[in-house]
Nanobody, 115 residues
Framework: QVQLVQSGGGLVQPGGSLRLSCVVS????????MAWYRQAPGKQRELAAT???????NYADSVKGRFTISRDNVKKTVYLQMNSLKPEDTAVYYC?????????WGKGTLVTVSS
């Protein structure tokens, strides 16, 4: 059974930094694109950042230059380094991965940016 286990998140002041991690476990033959989505209160889930198996990345305009997505294929882990956080970054963050030709989600972790 494939699982995505997230860690990180919490409360941070504006301008601060946090790092999210997401570890993939289970019977894994291939991992393709991995991504971080977020859902702010009262809003739809949106894509924040994507990284493909070769390392290419893509970011939403709202996080570009502040967030960095990376992956460790040996550890089967995807990271999201979030810097210069703003109150509008407050959301539940979900990791997502294409594994064995199926789409999997983590359970989500809350990031709150507030003074």
């Amino acid at each position: 059974q494939v699982q995505l286990v997230q860690s990180g998140g919490g409360l941070v002041q504006p301008g601060g930094s946090l790092r999210l991690s997401c570890v993939v476990s289970g019977s894994i033959f291939s991992i393709r694109a991995m991504a971080w989505y977020r859902q702010a209160p009262g809003k739809q889930r949106e894509l924040a950042a994507t990284i493909i198996s070769g390392g290419g990345t893509n970011y939403a305009d709202s996080v570009k230059g502040r967030f960095t997505i990376s992956r460790d294929n040996v550890k089967k882990t995807v990271y999201l380094q979030m810097n210069s956080l703003k109150p509008e970054d407050t959301a539940v963050y979900y990791c997502n991965a294409g594994i064995n030709a199926m789409n999997y989600w983590g359970k989500g972790t809350l990031v709150t940016v507030s003074s």
